[in-house]
């Protein structure tokens, strides 16, 4: 074929539409790295070069070049340089990146002092570890200079509450490609104008695990990352149980002052399920659906995932069944549908699992829920178990596509719950989507103990719902209450006619799962308010509160509705409670520990995302608000949770290097 | 090949103005990355590749000397990278979900043969040795003439003109079976 014609021919060849985040990402970063090296320079610009036009040698005689994070030694034993900052492989699903939050465009952050950012990562990976690893930190200390371009925005009516503060600015912006769907802190609601609360429950775990891993490396999480009511609901607490085995969860409600503020109280809500009796528990017909892409060739990624799935295996039964799929590396079935009897079959195949490897495309998913089809049983517990760092490349790229596939085969009866590992990578928004669509949970494994966590002694709850599409929906009432705000569920709000409509999912309920709802309210004859009045009132279209004021529902501050399903059903049952005054509790200390704990939990949340409502409120007094009420603390998670409240101080007061320009602005160093 | 304009921004940028550096990235971008998807195939790779070779740029525009011109310069950093990127273990994919032709390409205004024939060159060339998919890639998917394409690896024009003729010797002999 002649040169023209080659020309024209591949000259038609279209080159797919780059991903808009990713260009900009990329914009942003190169402009970021151009300004750090222009700071870094000494005298003029012209003056002065680099050592050698490091990368504009011609490609047949390219000089090596020393790179900054070390050196790698060629065949020849020649010095081969890599010149560094290459972001997270994780790009590989960038189908999704509608939400890359580094993609914000650069606000001219100028990248500083690398050597300094780079000693401040205590827990860098080690030499010998994946060198992709550490070019990609490195990738993160050079997008660190561009602050979130989304910063929290106060809600307008909450202007009187922060007009004293001064808010810390200094956030570590995204890290690397770890994404979040953005959350916008609840807004104050008048309960005279906006009297009806409603959401879903949400009993995943994944934003504290991932917490805690920041935490444990001495940083501070992205904001978004922080969702209060999975910190909270981490934890089991000792709700009363339902007196019937009809009743698969019974609610309890209580109101209290509020730790960290004097003048509102907390209206608390707390939901417990009951534990499946053994020997009701069904059957279980689980796929594993495995990311075997070379990204997971991490410690803290596939061998942990490995591990995590014995643990589980363990747990199981003989007669249930568990079957692998592999994708993003070798792809297909690894272990068609075999009874736990057959243990060691099982635990070789996960043995046998390799990172890495080439690319095969429309495997994955459809074949993962294929096995699940193939074994299916009405009687048991069907269900994909997707478990991956980042690279959702399942065989679906269309991420629409993805959640209704999941969603229309949830309705088979064929549930998906999600894993994730590792960070760097890690979509917490697209699991967060897809487990809700597939009526699973996500949890995120950082370490061991997590995995033991979720997949025993929580098998039964992450396996086994006892009630789904569970809604819940509060009613204020104006005449006892001014003003109220939901704390943490952003993520999971519904619209007020959701509640009734069974055809909108929603969250579930596992076997033995505790789930926890605050609200912080203002009682109406409280001085302080978070609105101001209105000038120009009128009683027409608001709810009138002065005929509430006398009759039988004027003790109550609220009307507490739960609708929710039984597993096998489809339609909604309804669940009711007056939240009255006889509830409530003047003194914090009276309260009972779990309680106490989970408001501990609540304010450490929003001292981690800089909520604007916590007032003079520390982390020290988390702490001091924690620990009494530890507890039996069977398994130690309380006390974690009091270390990483410590860390968290430490972390906060190394405030990461700011942005263009000027000097850190020294962050209001309230006494922590 | 360096238009007036992107002279003019590279005097700047070298001189260390940022928002001519900026200016820069914007218009080069999209070309960027598509040599690296030409090179390697898969749309997130090239996003990456891209990435990596724009911050080499930013590294060293400062200390660009002009010894070439500017597009040159890029071509060769978007190259290089687009190697180093497919010699990294894991990066290597299955040759035949390279190129993939989407659903959507295949109804465009262009006739679907076109797309998919193309695809399979690409593939094709994806299997050459490095010279010569260098400077097949260079001559015939960039469009640049030999001389120019000389100018990107570092070679003589000649040499250039033959590792072209080999390579679609090669093409040739791979389509026919």
């Known amino acids: ?457 929580e098998a039964t709850s992450t396996l086994f719902p006892i009630a789904k599409d569970v809604k819940i929906q509060v009613e204020f009432n104006p005449a006892k209450v001014a003003e109220y705000r939901l704390i943490g569920y952003e993520t999971r709000l519904l619209k007020r006619e959701d509640f009734r409509n069974d055809r909108v999912d929603a969250g579930d309920i596992g076997s033995g799962h505790a789930v926890t709802a605050l609200y912080e309210i203002i009682p109406v004859d409280g001085d302080a308010k978070w609105i101001d009045e209105l000038r120009y009132k009128t009683t027409t279209g608001t709810t009138d509160g002065s005929k509430q004021a006398s009759g039988p529902s004027s003790k109550e501050y609220a009307f507490l509705k739960i609708r929710y399903k039984l597993p096998d059903e489809d339609k909604s049952r309804l669940m009711t409670l007056p939240i009255t005054s006889d509830l409530e509790a003047g003194n914090i200390a009276k309260v009972d520990g779990d309680l106490r704990f989970a408001a501990a939990v609540a304010a450490f949340g929003q001292l981690l995302r800089d909520d604007p409502f916590t007032g003079e409120y520390s982390f020290a007094d988390v702490i001091t608000l924690a620990e009494p009420a530890r507890g039996e603390d069977r398994f130690g998670y309380r006390s974690e949770f009091l270390n990483l409240v410590r860390l968290a101080k430490s972390a906060r007061a190394l405030q990461p290097l700011p942005t263009k320009g000027t000097r850190p602005p020294v962050a209001p160093l309230r006494e922590k | 090949m360096t238009d007036l304009d992107d002279e003019a921004l590279v005097e700047r940028a070298i001189g260390g103005d940022t928002r001519a550096f900026e200016r820069l990235v914007e218009k080069h971008y999209r070309r960027v990355y598509a040599s690296a998807y030409r090179y390697c195939g898969v749309r997130e790779d090239a996003e990456e590749i891209a990435h990596e070779a724009l911050i080499k740029a930013a590294r060293a525009i400062q200390g660009f000397r002009r010894e070439a011109e500017f597009s040159t310069w890029l071509y060769r950093i978007t190259f290089n990278t687009a190697k180093d990127f497919l010699r990294r273990p894991g990066n290597r994919r299955d040759n035949d979900v390279l190129f993939e032709v989407a659903e959507s390409q295949q109804s465009n205004p262009g006739k679907p043969e076109d797309q998919v024939l193309a695809a399979e060159l690409y593939r094709a060339i994806a299997k050459l040795p490095d010279k010569q998919k260098d400077a097949l890639l260079l001559v015939c998917a960039e469009g640049l003439t030999h001389a120019q394409a000389a100018a990107v690896l570092g070679v003589a024009e000649t040499t250039v003109s033959w590792r072209v003729f080999r390579a679609r010797q090669t093409l040739q002999k791979a389509l026919e079976r």
Request: charged share 25%.
């Open chain 1, 1 to 457: 074929m002649k040169e023209p014609e080659l020309r024209q021919i591949l000259r038609k060849g279209e080159v797919p539409e780059p991903n808009s985040a990713a260009r900009q990402g990329t914009i942003s970063a190169a402009v970021a790295t151009f300004e750090s090296v222009r700071k870094n320079r000494k005298g003029s610009p012209a003056a002065i070069r680099l050592r050698g036009t490091t990368t504009g040698e011609p490609l047949d005689q390219r000089r090596p070049m020393m790179s900054k994070l070390g050196v790698f030694l060629a065949p020849r034993g020649a010095v081969v340089g890599v010149v560094t900052v290459v972001v997270a492989l994780g790009l590989a699903w960038t189908a999704f990146t509608t939400y890359f939050e580094d993609a914000a465009p650069g606000e001219g952050g100028a990248t500083p002092e690398a050597p300094a950012l780079l000693a401040r990562r205590l827990d860098s990976p080690k030499p010998q570890e994946d060198y992709r690893l550490a070019l990609r930190d490195r990738a993160e200390e050079q997008l660190k200079s561009q602050p979130l371009s989304r910063s929290q925005p106060l809600s307008a009516s909450s202007k009187a509450e922060t007009a004293g503060e001064a808010r810390a600015p200094a956030r570590p912006p995204s890290i690397g490609r770890d994404t979040f769907t953005e959350i916008d802190v609840n807004p104050v609601k008048v309960a005279s104008e906006e009297p009806v609360s409603t959401f879903s429950v949400d009993v995943d775990t994944a934003s504290y695990a991932f917490v805690r891993r920041q935490l444990n490396h001495g940083l501070l999480p992205q904001k978004d990352a922080v969702r209060i009511e999975e910190l909270i609901n981490y934890f089991d607490y000792d709700y009363p149980l339902p007196e019937s085995q009809e009743q698969p969860f019974r609610a309890t409600v209580a109101v209290y002052p509020t730790p960290w503020n004097a003048k509102t109280k907390l209206l608390h809500i707390g939901i417990k399920g009951h534990d499946i009796v053994p020997d009701k528990k069904p059957r279980s017909n689980l796929v594993f659906l495995i990311d075997v892409s070379g990204s997971m060739d991490q410690p803290d990624k596939l061998p942990l995932l490995k591990n995590a799935f014995r643990f589980l295996v363990s747990s199981l039964e003989k007669d249930d069944t568990v079957a692998i799929v592999v994708y993003a590396g070798a792809a297909g079935t690894v272990l068609e549908p075999t009874p736990v009897s057959q243990k060691n079959k099982i635990l070789t195949a996960l043995d046998q699992l390799q990172p890495g490897g080439t690319t095969a495309g429309a495997e994955g998913i459809r074949q993962a829920y294929a096995l699940a089809e193939m074994g299916f049983d009405e009687q048991a517990v069907n269900r994909v178990i997707l478990a991956t760092d980042g690279d959702f490349n399942v065989g679906i790229t269309n991420r629409e596509e993805l959640k209704d596939f999941v969603e229309r085969k949830r309705k088979t009866g064929i549930y998906l719950s999600v894993l994730g590992f590792g960070q760097g990578n890690y979509n917490d928004a697209l699991m967060q989507a897809l487990a809700q669509n597939g009526n699973g949970n996500a949890a995120y494994i950082d370490n061991l103990n997590e995995a033991r966590k979720v997949l025993v002694d």
